[in-house]
């Protein structure tokens, strides 16, 4: 008794030290355990200060350097593999990824209709830690601003090309990429469905993965007072047994999750960086110009991984989504602005027609649009889910369910469709007026293409390339502080050398996978992980709401 009495006390002075997690503000429901958050870690001095869960830790790094020495030194024998697996998984897991992120995308929405929306996250009194621009400015920063930049342009002109193309069948088996039935040599319907088929990547579905991951965290350390880990949601599972192996196990698959799905957005960012260059001044576009590129902005990103969440992340975050804001007005003003006004309206009419179609899993004749985007882009999502979802809830604690979820589900899929619109519309538009050179474009220099034919094209085409590089930057920040996080046993204020050393790796991994298999290889590594990640996401899905059920809820 006396043991427990002691545990509780320490527990409470690592939290008040900010060793551990912030106590509740105001009324909520503690979890009774006598676990101690960072009991189990390593601490003192190797090469530099450390305070780390030696198991989490320790396995993690161990296979993931296995990993990336293996894939440098074995370059021709692994590339084969790693597009065995990607083809594999497409074949023949895309329907659990459609399937799993419907299920995400009811529990989201669900949650805000309910009185469960009322749960105050960190307390019923807790207040907000960032103002609304702030927090809007690293929830987007950090959740797909790569993927904006490389498929803004590219992934509209591609599912308006497939469309206009039509159905190609050979020997009784459709090969086309074209979403649903097509729309052959009908460009008014090509538009609407290649940009309904776009929005669904980027729109309800994968912030709906995001918020749930993100909410179930912010929860369960926030109230209930476990580790800022992906075990603690295991909780009303597992129970005490989570700081046990099957806990280690589920943290160790999120370092993974995070790491490859990180790498992947670091690799189409390298991709399309090196291309521009190469578009705009020259720059030879080999691998050895993407290896220089990822090194030099890793390197960058250790500045701001050392300034911390305050000074870094959210400093660059917020000078992302200034540069990205005014690149978006620019080519709103000088595109077809009329057009993308009335294009926006009809873009989210098109998405919310086409919706239930697009999400069906099962019985789609485009199959190779449903394995080719959107069971990738699932896999993708639900890959990065840890590292935006831990980002998300250190950031968002204050907020109301409710609140949080029309804000990270809400808000940055209608910025998405916005962006799409924008870019997609505007390229489009070019492409409908006879300048065939953007649709012949290869995917990373699609942007440039569309840029070259507004005013100040090389302008513009530089700023696209300095927001790739500064997003870079955000990502690899983010990544790293949620990584260490994970690997800290759930402290938040780990030695800043932790973070440099999962920054560095990061980046390693990225140069790895390009060398291994170019974009294949990322692919293949982001699928391969999203599949178990999924499962444990769906598993968690019953924690949240049994957790939410337990809180007292705000009577405002």
């Known amino acids: 008794m006396q043991e ?48 780390l869960h030696g198991k989490v830790f320790g396995i993690s790094a161990l296979l993931i350097v296995l990993f990336v020495v293996l894939t440098l030194a074995l370059q021709e024998e692994v590339s084969p593999i790693f597009n065995g697996v990607r083809e594999w998984l497409m074949a023949n897991m895309s329907w659990f990824f459609l399937t799993a992120a ?9 949650l805000i209709f309910t009185p469960l929306g009322k749960v105050r996250l960190g307390g019923a009194e807790a207040t907000p830690d960032h103002s609304y621009i702030g927090w809007f400015a690293m929830l987007f920063a950090a959740g797909m601003g790569i993927g904006l930049m490389f498929y803004g342009v590219s992934e509209p002109i591609s599912h308006y090309d497939t469309a206009m193309a039509g159905i190609t069948v050979e020997n009784g088996v459709r090969i086309d990429w074209a979403p649903l039935g097509a729309a052959a040599g009908n460009a008014a319907a090509a538009k609407e469905l290649g940009m309904a088929a776009t929005i669904l990547h980027w729109g309800l579905h994968p912030w709906a993965i995001y918020a749930i991951v993100a909410l179930s965290l912010a929860l369960f350390s926030y109230n209930k ?19 046990g192996w099957p ?20 690799g189409f960012g390298a991709e399309q960086a090196t291309a521009g260059l190469h578009y705009l001044f020259d720059v030879p576009d080999t691998n050895v110009t993407r290896v220089l590129l990822i090194t030099g902005i890793t390197l960058i990103a250790l500045c701001s991984v050392v300034a911390g969440v305050n000074s870094g992340v959210k400093r660059l975050s917020e000078l992302n989504m200034g540069l990205a804001f005014s690149l978006l007005l620019f080519v709103f003003f000088a595109g077809p602005t009329m057009d993308l006004v009335s294009g926006f309206f009809t873009n989210l009419l098109s998405y919310a027609t086409h919706l239930p179609a697009l999400s069906v899993p099962f019985g ?3 199959v190779e649009y449903t394995r080719g985007w959107t069971a990738f882009y699932w896999a993708w999502w639900i890959s990065w889910s840890p590292f935006v979802g831990m980002f998300i809830a ?32 505007t390229a489009i538009g070019q492409v409908e007026s006879g300048l065939s050179d953007v649709a012949d474009a290869a995917l990373e220099l699609k942007l440039f293409a569309m840029l070259s034919h ?14 790739v590089m500064v997003f870079f930057i955000t990502s690899s920040d983010s990544g790293s502080l949620v990584i260490d996080t994970i690997t800290a046993g759930g402290k938040i204020d780990a030695p800043t050398s932790q973070r440099v050393f999962w920054a560095l790796i990061s980046g390693v991994i990225a140069i790895a996978l390009l060398l291994g298999g170019g974009l294949g290889a990322l692919q293949a590594m982001v699928i391969s992980t999203g599949l178990p990640f999924a499962i444990v996401l769906l598993l968690g899905c019953f924690g949240i709401v049994k957790g939410l059920m337990s809180e007292p809820r705000n009577q405002d």
């Open 4 to 51: 427990s009495e002691n545990k509780k006390k320490d527990k409470n002075e690592a939290s008040d030290t900010g060793k551990g997690i912030p106590e509740p503000t105001g009324d909520a429901n503690l979890i009774d355990t006598d676990y101690v958050i960072g009991q189990d870690n390593f601490q003192g001095k190797m090469l530099f200060n450390v305070d």
């Open 102 to 110: 419907n299920i995400f995308v009811v529990l989201a929405v669900g």
């Open 225 to 243: 007072g476990l580790p800022l880990t992906i075990r603690s949601i295991f909780y009303p599972i597992l129970g005490e047994r989570i700081w």
């Open 247 to 266: 806990g280690h196990a589920i943290d160790i698959l999120a370092v993974f999750s995070t790491l490859f799905g990180l790498a992947t957005s670091l």
């Open 364 to 366: 789609r004749e485009d």
């Open 394 to 425: 250190r950031v968002s604690r204050g907020r109301t369910v409710r609140e949080f979820l029309i804000a990270v589900l809400i808000v940055p899929t209608l910025v998405c469709v916005l962006w799409m619109t924008v870019f997609g519309g």
């Open 454 to 467: 507004l005013p100040l094209s090389t302008i513009t085409s530089l700023i696209g390339i300095l927001l």
